[in-house]
């Protein structure tokens, strides 16, 4: 006799349920990356607190955070012309949880430094070019110079009786003010400052008599009477500022070192990720209360791809690379 087994469809059903889940149980699971992010992104900056860095960072990450779904925690670590923040973020884990923040090690430091605790183009993934401004030439109100030609003109009259302020050793303000000194002619002693914020105090109180400093940092100094400025860096007039001439139009043709902020990760960061924190970014940078925001610390957004990045600063580490070498500045 035989026996047969009948099933109504139902049955059937939770049969072949009740199987793929005894199969799903006994099969190793590939499984999928967790979604990122799943915690706060720490963003590390090379600079004190107070200066155009910190305030962009400061203008972004709340958008950013929001678009991320995570908080953006900034890290303020200042020192060794921004060495500290980069080795930090090197070191970290490749997982887009630590990001760097600035400019100046990722196309100087190999020219400054005869060693590194890490590679400037190794040991980082480019993620997108924040944005940039002009410099702009400011002096203490006992100058006795209203322009670029009388300050020149001053700085010859009295060799080394001129001091000038800077966020640190090799910062693209410091090579700013050195391409500026070989162009006149002239000598102005160097004092480097931990951050924009504390080289703009340095010739607010008469400690040094020239800066170049950023919109955030002079402009505000600048509108008050307490600073006066002469110039500005790049090559086009700044829309803050639209009366002051460039330096190129000062005599000083082509006279071009801008500051500019970007957002790096570790290397062997996941594609998935680095696109992730991109698209949020150039998100935010679009927005226009943003850009508002960004242009009222003298900058103007940009955010470019991954790729533009590494060319930006491949073209950017030559140009400053003679200007190192001409000015034969070492930090080691």
Do not use: C
């Not at 500051?259 to 998100?283: C, L, M, N, Q, Y």
Request: aromatic share 6%; proline share 8%.
């Amino acid at each position: 006799m035989t026996l047969r087994l009948i099933f109504t469809s139902a049955q059937a059903a939770m049969m072949l349920f009740l199987l793929s889940g005894n199969v799903a149980a006994q099969t190793p699971s590939t499984g999928s990356a967790p979604a990122y992010p799943t915690k706060p992104i720490r963003v590390v900056l090379p600079f004190a607190p107070g200066g155009t860095s910190d305030g962009l960072a400061r203008i972004i990450g709340p958008k950013l955070g929001e678009g991320l779904g995570q908080s953006l925690v900034i890290d303020n670590r200042p020192g060794a012309g921004g060495n500290i923040a980069a080795e930090i973020v090197a070191r970290s884990a490749a997982d887009g949880y630590t990001l760097y923040m600035g400019s100046a090690v990722l196309t100087t430091s190999k020219s400054l430094y005869s060693k590194l605790p890490f590679d400037p183009v190794r040991d980082f993934a480019p993620i997108t070019h924040l944005a940039t401004g002009p410099y702009f030439l400011v002096v203490h109100p006992s100058v006795p110079a209203k322009t670029v030609s009388e300050l020149v003109a001053h700085a010859k009259a009295k060799p080394g009786g001129l001091n000038y302020s800077s966020p640190g050793v090799g910062v693209p303000a410091h090579l700013a003010a050195e391409l500026f000194k070989s162009r006149a002619g002239i000598n102005m002693v160097h004092v480097a400052y931990k951050g924009g914020g504390p080289a703009g105090l340095a010739v607010l109180a008469g400690e040094t008599q020239v800066f170049f400093g950023t919109g955030a940092s002079a402009l505000p100094h600048v509108k008050a009477g307490r600073l006066r400025a002469l110039a500005v860096t790049g090559l086009q007039r700044s829309a803050l500022a639209p009366e002051l001439p460039t330096l190129d139009e000062s005599g000083f043709r082509g006279f071009n070192i801008t500051t500019w902020d970007s957002f790096v990760a570790p290397a062997g960061t996941p594609r998935a990720v680095i696109a992730r924190i991109h698209a949020e970014t150039v998100k935010v940078l679009r927005m226009p209360e943003i850009r508002g925001l960004i242009n009222n610390i003298g900058y103007e957004p940009t955010g470019t791809t991954p790729e533009e990045l590494a060319e930006f600063l491949r073209t950017e580490s030559a140009i400053l690379a003679k200007v190192i070498k001409d000015a034969n500045i070492r930090v080691d």
